[in-house]
């Protein structure tokens, strides 16, 4: 039995943003400017409603301005990619993310693709995904990069350790993947998706498994070696009438079977998710400085 460590997002996250927030009111000093953030929701799902108000409590705590649009399910697309262009127009705006999933009569990629890559603080445009795949400074994507700073606060070296990533998504899979290869972090990494053959082989050579596949439980322990790294990226609800909203809340990975096979693991909650609006609040404050220099 190995006694693992447990990797504790909010803790890091915490103390990222104590940073972020005191960078800022330096700035604020120097310049009598702080990073604005806008943040736009089309419809009234509940998980996106939650998530903006998230992401808003966080600016603020910050220190920086910010702005939410609340639109109607039915607003066209082109009154959507309007308020984008609007946006990305406004010199006082800085970071511009429009929530998904969008209403299904509007096209996603082309609304991501409306934002300046300069103010693309999700870091989804073809541009700035362009600029990861050749390792040059861009905005990355939030949870990859929450990833990649957990691994910097345990000191969990990637070099020349094998990585497997589950799931291939433009959210997290691809872009931690291209992250991972980069020099400074020269990983050998496997991308592995739902149809691979002789999955538990290529998780059992890992030396970290990063699970992004979104299916609750996927990994468990007999499918990786003592001491392994593995890092749960997934939420997802699962149905327990013990609780009262009805369901609980796990990973891609199975806590339990995996807990005491690993060296560092993700708890679901409390692991990768708090790094995700805390990275999207550095990109913020990156995306106000790279404006400053202008």
Same mark, same amino acid.
């Given at each position: 039995?190995?006694?693992?460590?447990?990797?504790?997002?909010?803790?890091?996250?915490?103390?990222?943003?104590?940073?972020?927030?005191?960078?800022?009111?330096?700035?604020?000093?120097?310049?009598?400017?702080?990073?604005?953030?806008?943040? &736009?929701?089309?419809?009234?799902?509940?998980?996106?409603?939650?998530?903006?108000?998230?992401?808003?409590?966080?600016?603020?705590?910050?220190?920086?301005?910010?702005?939410?649009?609340?639109?109607?399910?039915?607003?066209?697309?082109?009154?959507?990619?309007?308020?984008?262009?609007?946006?990305?127009?406004?010199?006082?705006?800085?970071? &511009?993310?429009?929530?998904?999933?969008?209403?299904?009569?509007?096209?996603?990629?082309?609304?991501?693709?409306?934002?300046?890559?300069?103010?693309?603080?999700?870091?989804?445009?073809?541009?700035?995904?362009?600029?990861?795949?050749?390792?040059?400074?861009?905005?990355?994507?939030?949870?990859?990069?929450?990833?990649?700073?957990?691994?910097?606060?345990?000191?969990?070296?990637?070099?020349?350790? %094998?990585?497997?990533?589950?799931?291939?998504?433009?959210?997290?899979?691809?872009?931690?993947?291209?992250?991972?290869?980069?020099?400074?972090?020269?990983?050998?990494?496997?991308?592995?998706?739902?149809?691979?053959?002789?999955?538990?082989?290529?998780?059992?050579?890992?030396?970290?498994?990063?699970?992004?596949?979104?299916?609750?439980?996927?990994?468990?322990?007999?499918?990786?070696?003592?001491?392994?790294?593995?890092?749960?990226?997934?939420?997802? %609800?699962?149905?327990?009438?013990?609780?009262?909203?009805?369901?609980?809340?796990?990973?891609?990975?199975?806590?339990?079977?995996?807990?005491?096979?690993?060296?560092?693991?993700?708890?679901?909650?409390?692991?990768?998710?708090?790094?995700?609006?805390?990275?999207?609040?550095?990109?913020?404050?990156?995306?106000?400085?790279?404006?400053?220099?202008?």
């Amino acid at each position: 039995m190995i006694m693992s460590t447990l990797i504790n997002g909010k803790e890091v996250s915490l103390l990222l943003r104590e940073n972020i927030k005191s960078e800022t009111a330096l700035l604020k000093d120097r310049y009598n400017k702080v990073p604005k953030l806008a943040v &736009i929701l089309v419809g009234n799902n509940p998980a996106s409603q939650t998530y903006v108000n998230s992401k808003g409590k966080a600016a603020l705590e910050c220190g920086f301005e910010y702005k939410d649009y609340f639109l109607s399910d039915n607003t066209t697309e082109e009154e959507l990619i309007n308020l984008v262009n609007t946006l990305n127009n406004d010199e006082s705006v800085n970071g &511009i993310l429009v929530q998904l999933p969008l209403p299904k009569h509007i096209n996603e990629e082309k609304v991501i693709n409306t934002i300046k890559s300069e103010k693309d603080v999700d870091g989804f445009s073809p541009y700035n995904t362009g600029l990861l795949a050749i390792g040059e400074d861009c905005l990355m994507p939030c949870t990859p990069a929450g990833i990649l700073e957990l691994l910097k606060y345990y000191n969990i070296s990637t070099v020349g350790k %094998r990585v497997c990533v589950i799931g291939r998504s433009n959210i997290v899979g691809k872009p931690i993947a291209l992250m991972l290869m980069q020099k400074g972090w020269d990983a050998t990494v496997t991308v592995c998706n739902s149809k691979t053959e002789n999955l538990t082989e290529e998780t059992k050579r890992a030396d970290i498994i990063i699970a992004a596949i979104g299916k609750p439980n996927f990994l468990t322990g007999d499918m990786v070696s003592d001491g392994a790294v593995v890092i749960d990226v997934g939420i997802n %609800r699962v149905e327990d009438k013990t609780k009262k909203k009805g369901y609980r809340i796990v990973g891609d990975c199975d806590f339990d079977s995996l807990v005491d096979k690993c060296s560092f693991i993700t708890p679901v909650p409390g692991g990768v998710g708090p790094m995700t609006i805390t990275l999207l609040m550095n990109n913020t404050l990156k995306a106000f400085k790279n404006h400053l220099e202008k």
